[in-house]
């Protein structure tokens, strides 16, 4: 019974902490963020050689089923970079808070 008081308190603990990391991410962008570099139909241009042009980024979300790609101006790259890591982020730590939650339903039946 104590043991188990203690597990729950730390996963309590755990999930508050958990909370206060989503909170810092101010600037998630939700979604896929695509990141292309292409060629064109220009017969000499560099991007035959390799330097293609880019980055072009879009954001693909999806709402009620449908598929919405916008165009992301390259100037707020570093935002943008930033936006789909902390989408990474905020999806490891709702998979976390998830697993924490299933645990505290199997605790709380142990009692
Ligand atoms: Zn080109």
Known sequence: MLHSMDEKDMLL?????????????TDVLWGNVLERYTTCSR??????????????????TTEEGRQRQRYLPVRHAS??????????????????????NLALMKEEDKI
């Open 79 to 100: 935002r943008i970079r930033k936006g789909a890591e902390q989408r990474r982020q905020l999806e490891a730590i709702l998979q976390e808070i998830t697993e924490i």
């Open 43 to 60: 017969p000499n241009c560099r991007c035959h050689q390799g330097e293609r042009h880019g980055p072009r980024f879009y954001l693909v």
């Open 13 to 25: 603990a755990r999930k508050q902490d958990l909370f206060r990391e989503i909170m810092a991410l």
